[in-house]
């Protein structure tokens, strides 16, 4: 922590081991995930009251999610919960949003690139795509809405 100027500035950076996204959950009074988390990040903070520094988070972790379930997640009309084999990448917080940058998600054989947004608010605004399927995420968390897109697939002619 640094008072010295107009407003205090807090940083740190830390590491979460073995973390129950079920104990989470619970905490939270939300059933929305199980598994296992670990974590290791960078997060600074400028402000007097809670408002202000929320507003002016910002960090970087990397994380990774094994074995869990996302509920109510599902990408096909069958499924109620998307099985999570193994979830890792970068996460940015930035302007109120967590931000992933082509982390992995890997459900069964299926392995989907990550990308988009979760915000404080927890709105979702996701794109999973694999080399035969893309999903859109958006919604709540509480409510997500998973949406089929076409996967696309970039191709250089001669």
Do not use: C
Request: charge should be positive.
């Amino acid at each position: 922590a640094d008072f010295s100027g107009e407003k205090p500035v807090f940083a740190g950076k830390g590491k979460l081991a073995h973390a129950s996204l079920a104990q989470l959950s619970t905490a939270m009074q939300d059933a929305w995930a199980t598994g296992t988390a670990d974590l290791n990040y960078q997060l600074k903070m400028t402000g007097g009251s809670a408002e202000e520094l929320k507003k002016s988070a910002s960090g970087i972790g990397d994380f990774s999610l094994r074995d869990g379930t996302l509920r109510r997640m599902g990408l096909d009309s069958k499924a109620s919960a998307l099985r999570v084999t193994k979830f890792d990448g970068t996460i940015e917080l930035r302007d109120g949003n967590f931000v992933f940058n082509d982390a992995k998600l890997q459900s069964g054989a299926a392995v989907y690139t990550v990308q988009g947004t979760a915000s404080w608010k927890r709105q979702l605004d996701l794109k999973l795509s694999d080399a035969q399927h893309a999903f859109a995420l958006s919604g709540t968390l509480d409510r997500p809405e998973v949406k089929p897109t076409p996967a696309t697939e970039a191709a250089l002619k001669p």
